[in-house]
């Protein structure tokens, strides 16, 4: 596999991608292409608000285009699962403006 820097040390771990239009994705990478076009499993969206907790909306496996990511992150799994995200209150965030 070849793309974006950084990439080939996140393949099989839990990422969080933030996209051009303000999603938040949460996966497992499973891979990636030269335009950086990214396939996750055991995905989910999270979904903000600030009059009730986050959603998570169930993706599964799930295929992002490369010219649509903002950030990709590594995801710290043990934090991740601490916080109680049905408590969680913030701002959707806005899409990206180039």
Do not use: C
Request: net charge negative; no cysteine; glycine share 10%.
């Amino acid at each position: 596999m070849s793309g974006g820097p950084g990439l080939e040390s996140l393949v099989d771990h839990t990422i969080s991608v933030i996209t051009n239009d303000g999603r938040n994705i949460v996966g497992i990478l499973k891979g990636f292409d030269q335009a950086t076009n990214i396939i996750l499993d055991e995905s989910h969206e999270r979904v903000f608000s600030t009059k009730e907790g986050v959603q998570q909306l169930v993706l599964g496996l799930y295929i992002i285009r490369g010219d649509n990511i903002s950030i990709v992150g590594e995801l710290d799994e043990d934090l991740d699962s601490s916080l109680d995200w049905s408590k969680m209150r913030a701002h959707p965030l806005k899409p990206v403006i180039h």
